[in-house]
């Protein structure tokens, strides 16, 4: 079916549906006919309805790819998906065809299965739809949805409306690789039960051991978990997302995977003290610049890293590093008898960990880390920076710059010479990766020889993507989650309504709600290096209930049909003002001029007047196509996106509790690395990106490396098939996961070659 094409398929599909329609129709007056009847009408409408969408959406999709060897970019993956869908459900109408007269079919589970895929096909079909309304608005060559605020806004807020719960239930990961479906529901299924007992105030391994004995109903029925999972999604706030993902830093848990990991020599979480420093710059190596402590929001404070080698190095079981090391109890050393000492590596990779700036630690990417110092042989500091709501940006941003600093002047104590750095980092890691580069040029100190990103997030501001039309269906990274992680780590997350009994406290005991509000409060005064980046102003939001979840349906087919009520009741999310875009750099005491990064460095503020993409005089072929394709519909409203009589089926989970505008401090570059001006993205290193065809943010990646290929910037991409957003942390899953952690290994090794030599360190 995979070489099939798309018409062919559509076809084979329309037949085999009227010919079930027939024999179902003739088989009596029965309910069950009835509805498979009705089912199979239903796939017939939506096939040909989806098929010239979809068709329009490859004609230009090559538009947008990086280059001809990455054939990459969301057109591409939402016609991909969509395609599966079309394959599973020719593949079952056969299935259908071949045994409805048996008397072993299975027909209340068929009819159920047939359900879902209709469901998720006429879902599809509208975001092939919004596809068409984004080809129709943005700029020639561009992926993001542009234009004024409002109409941006208005975007989202229909599309969030979307039935969701669909793809959640027996429709689960259908669009990934099979050998992850399995892993893909057992995380499913832990969300929902996980979810009941956040509310209860339970933490730690009690909400963990609950979950396990309350998950089995969730398992036997596919429609009550979709449902389930559409309402944590669309309800549920950061501080849950956090809690959930934090499990595995759960002592036992972490044990159980690091049991599977490679075994290492050194293993150390330090602390680096808030001590200022002095750094070289690299135009002129006699004068320097003063590395100040970490402050924003929090006052100074020590930075937390973790040092992994497979060997022991020479400098790494010294004095002065082992008054640095922070005690994790009793496998905070993993120090062997000592062997005989290695000479000092002459490369170092610096690495930050994803996670949505909110969660995570260099714990919960430890396996793959270890992986890492085996394969490539040299020592790897990961940096535990701080996590969003309590530490929004920029906090994480320097004091994952203060560490790399910190890191270069003491690569001696890490067991290398430091002749070779590399940068790596998983998507929110990816971003930082970008950013504490940029930084380096800002502050002109060493910059690293290059980065490897992997399904980084180059794009912050609350937009549409194709790439982002994926999140309706994403289990790991649903459009509500991605968008409440980014508004926390701008600092604009919005106020809870809930009741307060959903405040509870996280996996690693969190800091309670209040403490967070009281934070947000103190950090306007107790940042100095904030207070003089940015003037923030807020608007107090209007108060609302919260949303009363109907009772959950049994059947998809009821499930997804109610209609929402307009949804204009939605919190809005607290405005934060931007007056003064500059940053300056504790340079005055080595005499270096003032670092600044204002207006001439970041252009306007204004959302319409950011220009971060290609100039159409540059790309006429991408001009014309998008202009023939949008003179009928340039002008129009959302509401035109889709044709008459074509009606998607919306949420029966009430308005989706997420931020829909944008904080102007997404606009900053250090932020949203994509919207940076080209004087920066000229300072960076060479780059090497790994993304997933799959990925919700694929098209932060394709775009970013658009960027620095039209600026004649080293730039790899290489999009990895069929597996989601996160495949580092699932390394041991399967053979393609496997795989694409070794693309990053081997990126990371191109970096730490020494121009002129082979591969190898």
């Given at each position: 079916?995979?070489?099939?094409?798309?018409?062919?398929?559509?076809?084979?599909?329309?037949?085999?549906?009227?010919?079930?329609?027939?024999?179902?129709?003739?088989?009596?007056?029965?309910?069950?006919?009835?509805?498979?009847?009705?089912?199979?009408?239903?796939?017939?409408?939506?096939?040909?309805?989806?098929?010239?969408?979809?068709g329009?959406?490859?004609?230009?999709?090559?538009l947008?790819?990086?280059?001809?060897?990455?054939?990459?970019?969301?057109?591409?993956?939402?016609?991909?998906?969509?395609?599966?869908?079309?394959?599973?459900?020719?593949?079952?109408?056969?299935?259908?065809?071949?045994?409805?007269?048996?008397?072993?079919?299975?027909?209340?589970?068929?009819?159920?299965?047939?359900?879902?895929?209709?469901?998720?096909?006429?879902?599809?079909?509208?975001?092939?739809?919004?596809?068409?309304?984004?080809?129709?608005?943005?700029?020639?060559?561009?992926?993001?949805?542009?234009?004024?605020?409002?109409?941006?806004?208005?975007?989202?807020?229909?599309?969030?409306?979307?039935?969701?719960g669909?793809?959640?239930?027996?429709?689960?990961?259908?669009?990934?690789?099979?050998?992850?479906?399995?892993?893909?529901?057992?995380?499913?299924?832990?969300?929902?039960?996980?979810?009941?007992?956040y509310?209860?105030?339970?933490?730690g391994?009690?909400?963990?051991?609950?979950?396990?004995?309350t998950?089995?109903?969730?398992?036997?029925?596919?429609?009550?978990?979709?449902?389930?999972?559409?309402?944590?999604?669309?309800?549920?706030?950061?501080?849950?997302?956090?809690?959930?993902?934090?499990?595995?830093?759960?002592?036992?848990?972490?044990?159980?995977?690091?049991?599977?990991?490679?075994?290492v020599?050194?293993?150390?979480?330090?602390?680096?003290p808030?001590?200022?420093?002095?750094?070289?710059?690299?135009?002129?190596?006699?004068?320097?610049?003063?590395?100040?402590?970490?402050?924003?929001?929090?006052?100074?404070?020590?930075?937390?890293?973790?040092?992994?080698?497979?060997?022991?190095?020479?400098?790494?079981?010294?004095?002065?590093?082992?008054?640095?090391?922070?005690?994790?109890?009793?496998?905070?050393?993993?120090?062997?008898?000592?062997?005989?000492?290695?000479?000092?590596?002459?490369?170092?990779?610096?690495?930050?960990?994803?996670?949505?700036f909110?969660?995570?630690?260099?714990?919960?990417?430890?396996?793959?880390?270890k992986?890492?110092?085996?394969?490539?042989?040299?020592?790897?500091?990961?940096?535990?920076?701080?996590?969003?709501?309590?530490?929004?940006?920029?906090?994480?941003?320097?004091?994952?710059?203060?560490?790399?600093?910190?890191?270069?002047?003491?690569?001696?104590?890490?067991?290398?010479?430091?002749?070779?750095?590399?940068?790596?980092?998983?998507?929110?890691?990816?971003?930082?990766?970008?950013?504490?580069?940029?930084?380096?040029?800002?502050?002109?100190?060493?910059?690293?020889?290059?980065?490897?990103?992997?399904?980084?997030?180059?794009?912050?501001?609350?937009?549409?993507?194709?790439?982002?039309?994926?999140s309706?269906?994403?289990?790991?990274?649903?459009?509500?989650?991605?968008?409440?992680?980014?508004?926390?780590?701008?600092?604009g997350?919005?106020?809870?309504?809930?009741?307060?009994?959903?405040?509870?406290?996280?996996?690693?005991g969190?800091?309670?709600?209040?403490?967070?509000?009281?934070?947000?409060?103190?950090?306007?005064?107790?940042?100095?290096?904030?207070?003089?980046?940015?003037?923030?102003?807020?608007?107090?939001?209007?108060?609302?209930?919260?949303?009363?979840?109907?009772?959950?349906?049994?059947?998809?087919?009821?499930?997804?049909?109610?209609?929402?009520?307009?949804?204009?009741?939605?919190?809005?999310?607290?405005?934060?003002?931007?007056?003064?875009?500059?940053?300056?750099?504790?340079?005055?005491?080595?005499?270096?001029?003032?670092?600044?990064?204002?207006?001439?460095?970041?252009?306007?503020?204004?959302?319409?007047?950011?220009?971060?993409l290609?100039?159409?005089?540059?790309?006429?072929?991408?001009?014309?196509?998008?202009?023939?394709?949008?003179?009928?519909?340039?002008?129009q409203?959302?509401?035109?996106?889709?044709?008459?009589?074509?009606?998607?089926?919306?949420?029966?989970?009430?308005?989706?509790?997420?931020?829909?505008?944008?904080?102007?401090?997404?606009?900053?570059?250090?932020?949203?690395?994509?919207?940076?001006?080209?004087?920066?993205?000229?300072?960076?290193?060479?780059?090497?990106?790994?993304?997933?065809?799959?990925?919700?943010?694929?098209?932060?990646?394709?775009?970013?490396?658009?960027?620095?290929?039209?600026?004649?910037?080293?730039?790899?991409?290489?999009?990895?098939?069929?597996?989601?957003?996160?495949?580092?942390s699932?390394?041991s899953?399967?053979?393609?996961?496997?795989?694409?952690?070794?693309?990053?290994?081997?990126?990371?090794?191109?970096?730490?070659?020494?121009?002129?030599t082979?591969?190898?360190?």
């Amino acid at each position: 079916m995979h070489s099939m094409d798309l018409r062919t398929m559509t076809q084979s599909l329309v037949t085999l549906a009227e010919d079930n329609m027939a024999f179902f129709s003739s088989q009596g007056p029965g309910e069950t006919a009835r509805k498979l009847t009705a089912v199979f009408a239903g796939i017939r409408e939506q096939a040909l309805g989806l098929e010239p969408a979809l068709g329009s959406l490859l004609g230009v999709a090559h538009l947008f790819d990086l280059d001809a060897e990455t054939p990459a970019n969301g057109y591409r993956s939402l016609v991909h998906t969509a395609r599966c869908c079309l394959a599973h459900l020719l593949h079952k109408s056969r299935y259908v065809a071949s045994n409805r007269r048996s008397i072993f079919f299975r027909t209340s589970h068929n009819l159920a299965e047939l359900e879902a895929y209709l469901a998720a096909l006429t879902q599809l079909r509208a975001l092939a739809y919004y596809a068409q309304r984004l080809l129709a608005t943005t700029r020639p060559g561009g992926l993001f949805f542009e234009g004024d605020e409002e109409l941006t806004t208005d975007f989202l807020r229909e599309y969030v409306t979307l039935h969701k719960g669909c793809f959640y239930g027996r429709c689960l990961g259908f669009q990934f690789t099979p050998a992850i479906r399995p892993f893909l529901q057992t995380i499913s299924i832990g969300l929902v039960s996980f979810g009941e007992h956040y509310k209860r105030n339970e933490t730690g391994l009690g909400v963990t051991a609950s979950s396990l004995f309350t998950s089995g109903r969730f398992a036997i029925d596919p429609e009550l978990r979709g449902a389930e999972f559409e309402r944590i999604i669309q309800n549920l706030d950061v501080h849950f997302w956090k809690a959930f993902w934090n499990i595995t830093e759960i002592e036992v848990l972490s044990s159980l995977a690091n049991m599977a990991s490679a075994t290492v020599r050194v293993s150390r979480l330090l602390s680096l003290p808030p001590e200022a420093f002095e750094m070289p710059l690299t135009a002129d190596p006699k004068l320097t610049v003063t590395i100040t402590p970490p402050s924003a929001h929090t006052g100074p404070g020590p930075v937390l890293v973790r040092l992994i080698s497979y060997d022991l190095r020479e400098g790494q079981d010294s004095e002065e590093l082992s008054s640095l090391v922070k005690s994790e109890g009793p496998r905070s050393l993993e120090l062997r008898s000592r062997p005989q000492q290695a000479s000092r590596s002459p490369s170092l990779v610096v690495h930050f960990h994803g996670g949505g700036f909110v969660a995570q630690t260099s714990k919960s990417h430890e396996p793959y880390l270890k992986t890492w110092a085996q394969e490539l042989g040299v020592p790897i500091l990961s940096i535990d920076y701080s996590l969003a709501p309590e530490a929004p940006f920029p906090r994480a941003l320097e004091e994952c710059f203060y560490a790399y600093c910190w890191a270069i002047k003491h690569c001696a104590l890490l067991g290398s010479t430091g002749e070779r750095i590399c940068l790596a980092g998983d998507s929110a890691g990816g971003n930082l990766c970008f950013t504490v580069s940029l930084r380096a040029a800002a502050y002109g100190v060493r910059v690293p020889d290059g980065i490897m990103a992997a399904y980084p997030a180059t794009m912050l501001q609350s937009t549409a993507s194709p790439s982002r039309l994926l999140s309706l269906m994403d289990p790991l990274l649903p459009l509500s989650v991605l968008t409440k992680c980014v508004s926390a780590y701008a600092g604009g997350e919005m106020e809870d309504h809930a009741d307060s009994d959903q405040k509870a406290l996280g996996v690693m005991g969190l800091v309670r709600r209040d403490t967070a509000l009281l934070l947000r409060d103190l950090r306007l005064g107790a940042s100095s290096w904030l207070n003089s980046f940015l003037e923030l102003s807020r608007h107090k939001p209007h108060p609302n209930s919260a949303p009363t979840a109907e009772p959950i349906r049994r059947s998809v087919s009821e499930a997804a049909l109610v209609q929402p009520e307009d949804p204009q009741g939605m919190d809005p999310l607290k405005d934060l003002k931007l007056h003064d875009l500059s940053l300056r750099g504790s340079s005055e005491t080595s005499g270096t001029p003032e670092l600044s990064l204002s207006a001439e460095t970041l252009g306007p503020s204004t959302p319409s007047d950011v220009n971060f993409l290609f100039r159409p005089e540059d790309t006429p072929e991408e001009t014309k196509a998008q202009d023939e394709l949008s003179t009928q519909d340039r002008g129009q409203g959302i509401g035109a996106t889709f044709p008459q009589g074509f009606h998607p089926r919306r949420s029966s989970q009430g308005p989706t509790r997420m931020p829909l505008y944008s904080s102007p401090i997404a606009k900053n570059p250090f932020m949203s690395p994509l919207l940076a001006p080209d004087s920066m993205l000229q300072s960076l290193p060479p780059v090497h990106i790994v993304a997933c065809a799959l990925d919700p943010i694929l098209d932060d990646s394709v775009m970013f490396a658009r960027r620095l290929r039209s600026l004649g910037k080293p730039v790899t991409l290489r999009v990895v098939e069929d597996l989601p957003h996160g495949f580092l942390s699932l390394g041991s899953l399967c053979r393609e996961t496997r795989q694409a952690a070794a693309l990053c290994v081997e990126r990371i090794r191109q970096v730490l070659t020494p121009p002129g030599t082979t591969a190898g360190v």
